[in-house]
């Protein structure tokens, strides 16, 4: 079974600054998505960024970007110029490429909760 | 429309009540699915529609049932619940269950109490 790990329950982030937030995942698969989502106090989860396995790339979404490590299985989440909207509780997640059943699960991490500081 | 749905956004309900949650979306997307969220916790995964056809049940009691009429509608009907059924509820949904199928879109939830 897959698990997520975030080892950070909390963060907080001047406004403008940078924040990392961490991820590592265990799988035995070679082909898998990874995502962020955010969960801000409106309590829907909003993604944030996704990332193929089999893309070396790694992906950016304006100021949000990530680090894939896969031989590391680690995600992390880079967020720039950190604005006061960005205080939320996210989540990373891992989902199987799999076609089946297995691959409608989203596992999630623990959470990280991020304030941004004025 | 890029959205889902859920209503009520909030419930307050006996344990002998019965009442359904609603979830919509028209985005064309096969597959839709329940969670349930404790307060600063993950959510977890209850059940999953696959072409209107339940695919995944995530060994949940009983007094959870779902339903999922058609393509766009999911409901969860709820009869007896419990305290410690009390959180929020999550729809989501997502093009198919097989390897053509990214994030999922959530709606913003239910929040289930129940007295």
């Known amino acids: 079974a897959q698990t997520v790990t975030q080892s950070q329950p909390e963060m907080s982030v001047q406004e403008a600054e940078t924040v990392t937030l961490s991820c590592t995942y265990d799988t035995s698969e070679s082909d898998y998505y990874l995502f962020w989502y955010k969960q801000p106090p409106s309590r829907q989860m909003i993604l944030v960024i996704r990332?193929?396995?089999?893309?070396?790339q790694n992906a950016t979404e304006n100021r949000f970007s990530v680090n894939f490590q896969k031989a590391a299985k680690s995600f992390s989440l880079k967020i720039s110029d950190s604005q006061l909207g960005d205080a939320a509780m996210y989540f990373c997640?891992?989902?199987?490429?799999?076609?089946?059943?297995?691959?409608?699960?989203?596992?999630f991490g623990e959470g990280t909760q991020l304030t941004v500081n004025p | 429309d890029t959205e889902v749905t859920q209503t009520p956004k909030h419930l307050v309900m006996g344990m002998t009540n019965k009442k359904s949650l609603k979830c919509e979306q028209h985005?064309?997307?096969?597959?839709m699915y329940w969670y349930k969220q404790k307060a600063k916790k993950p959510p977890e995964l209850m059940f999953v529609y696959s072409y209107e056809k339940l695919s995944i049940n995530e060994s949940v009691p009983s007094r959870f049932s779902p339903e999922c009429p058609n393509s766009s509608l999911l409901n969860l009907h709820l009869h007896a619940l419990q305290p410690e059924d009390s959180a929020l509820y999550l729809c989501?949904?997502?093009?198919?269950?097989?390897?053509?199928?990214?994030?999922?879109?959530f709606g913003s939830g239910t929040r289930l109490t129940v007295v």
């Open positions: 990332q193929e396995a089999y893309k070396q």
């Open positions: 989501a949904s997502s093009h198919g269950t097989g390897t053509y199928n990214y994030g999922y879109t």
């Open positions: 985005m064309g997307h096969r597959a």
């Open positions: 997640a891992y989902r199987s490429a799999n076609s089946g059943t297995s691959g409608s699960r989203l596992t």
